[in-house]
């Protein structure tokens, strides 16, 4: 029997967060990203639910709820699926492959199983939810059988699936045991969408290379389906811009960045970093470049600060473990080196801040370093510059990021494995003349501000619905809708 909605959201994780009352009972509260406020308009004006994950673990989940507007059904993990499918095959095995294997994959058939086994409970959740015809949207690398099996329980769907992170080139994505099965989970969707368009490449190529199907400009034929055809594309992700450039207006969060700045001992440069502390996102190599500045005196402690914003991540996952231990005494031993009683080198922060602190940080800052050695997209580096309505400070950006595609042009260019190359740009952003560095903001303002996350969820939608057409024109109005809204 077809469920209720027109439009279902598969997400590993919920858009809310459970926080527990003083009264001891428990209440949601809307998570931050970008994801949730690019969805939540077309998800009140169609009928929308969002099954996903709620945190913790147990084999009960709590009963489907109302929040904010969208309907959320919760999917349980036991503590062995937290372990398995979520740190282990999701971020053990996954995570570090698409990631160019910045640290080693482990393949073990027991995460592989268990990854199967709840594929399939979000996907019959989704199949219970979604009404005849609906459109089904799966997100990110932690559901990637579920466009397969549910098109086996529900043929009537649009099915479309985005992929947050890289796809990796054939020769590093044939390492996995089951990439057959991978690739025949994503083919189950209408729409493949990736973050860049070389990521859509690289999938249409191991497509051909491991399951020997015709792949040409961006469509995948299935003969064994009667020729159906998946479409394969980039559809870049974006950020809240006008929310967050509003934000950073307000009188408050104004006089937060001063003060921040007072705190620190009002010093004449701050630079910036704020990442979940993830091997992925260079942090090691961006304290490396600062501290052989510091090291060579082209930068002085009274002059220049770096304030180091590292979230909390996955922090029961062996190389999380060790990144934090490898950040800390590094941080230790410049700190313990060069820092002053009156000036501190590096400011580490192991926490996680809420929006008005983080966009109170970014208008702060001088310059925002954004090193990843590899990133899907790197929404940092769009909300630093969604922030600076003043038109000041300079985005470092890692050519090895999703948004180099799109900032590359205007941003100061880095390879964080060269690390004299990295010092020499930190330098050249902390010296770049007013004017010149205006002139960039005020480009990559404009790219940021035309291509917001309402429009990359209306095209991505859109392109849904022209691709795989439904004969109640859902989909096609959700696009337009969204676009309007946009
Ligand atoms: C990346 C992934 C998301 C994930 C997020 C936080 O952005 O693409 O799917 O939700 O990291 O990671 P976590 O493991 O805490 O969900």
Not at 87 to 106: C, K, Q, R
Not at 137 to 163: A, E
Not at 389 to 410: I, K, M, P
């Amino acid at each position: 029997m077809p469920g209720d909605y027109d439009l279902v959201v598969v997400a590993n994780r919920l858009p809310v967060d459970r926080v527990e009352e003083p009264d001891g009972s428990t209440s949601w509260r809307r998570s931050p990203g970008g994801l949730v406020t690019a969805l939540e308009p077309v998800m009140k004006r169609e009928d929308g639910a969002w099954v996903g994950w709620a945190g913790g673990a147990g084999d009960e989940a709590p009963e489907p709820f109302d929040a904010e507007g969208v309907r959320c059904v919760p999917i349980p993990l036991s503590e062995e699926e937290v372990e398995e499918y979520y740190e282990g095959f999701s971020n053990g095995t996954l995570w570090p492959l698409y990631h160019d294997v910045i640290v080693a994959p482990g393949y073990h058939r027991s995460w592989w199983e268990a990854y199967v086994r709840v594929n399939e409970r979000f996907a019959e959740a989704a199949a219970v939810q979604a009404a005849q015809g609906a459109t089904v949207w799966v997100q990110d690398y932690q559901l990637q059988l579920v466009p397969r099996m549910l098109r086996q329980r529900r043929p009537d769907l649009q099915i479309g699936f985005f992929n947050h992170i890289p796809f990796p080139p054939f020769e590093i994505f044939a390492q996995l045991p089951w990439r057959k099965a991978i690739i025949d989970g994503l083919l189950g969707a209408d729409l493949v969408g990736f973050q860049r368009a070389a990521d859509a490449n690289n999938f249409a190529r191991a497509c051909r290379r491991a399951s020997n199907l015709p792949a040409r400009a961006g469509r995948i034929r299935l003969d064994a389906e009667g020729g159906r055809e998946v479409r394969a594309a980039s559809f870049p992700i974006s950020i809240d811009f006008r929310a967050l450039d509003e934000l950073a207006q307000r009188e408050d969060v104004k006089a937060r960045a001063a003060e921040i700045r007072r705190d620190l001992g009002d010093p004449e440069h701050l630079l910036l970093g704020i990442d979940r502390l993830d091997y992925t996102k260079g942090i090691l190599h961006r304290l490396k470049a600062f501290e052989e500045l510091l090291d060579d005196g082209r930068v002085d402690v009274a002059e220049a600060s770096l304030v180091q914003v590292a979230t909390p991540s996955r922090e029961r996952v062996e190389q999380y473990v060790q990144l934090r231990q490898d950040v800390e005494v590094t941080v230790g031993r410049i700190n313990g080196t060069h820092s002053t009683i009156a000036h501190t080198a590096v400011h580490y922060l192991h926490h996680s801040y809420g929006r008005e602190e983080m966009a109170a940080l970014y208008l702060a800052a001088d310059v925002m370093l954004v090193t990843a050695l590899r990133d899907g997209m790197n929404l940092v580096a769009k909300e630093y510059v969604a922030s600076r309505h003043d038109e000041r400070g300079v985005l470092v950006l890692s050519e090895f990021t999703g948004a180099a595609d799109e900032l590359g042009g205007q941003a100061l260019m880095v390879n964080p494995h060269d690390i004299d190359g990295l010092k020499d740009a930190v330098l050249r952003a902390l010296r770049m003349p007013p004017r010149e560095a205006g002139r960039r903001m005020r480009a990559l303002r404009r790219r940021v501000g035309d291509h917001d996350v309402q429009r990359w969820a209306a095209s991505f939608l859109e392109a849904l619905a022209q691709h795989a057409p439904d004969p109640r024109g859902t989909a096609a109005e959700v696009a337009a809708s969204a676009e309007a809204s946009a």
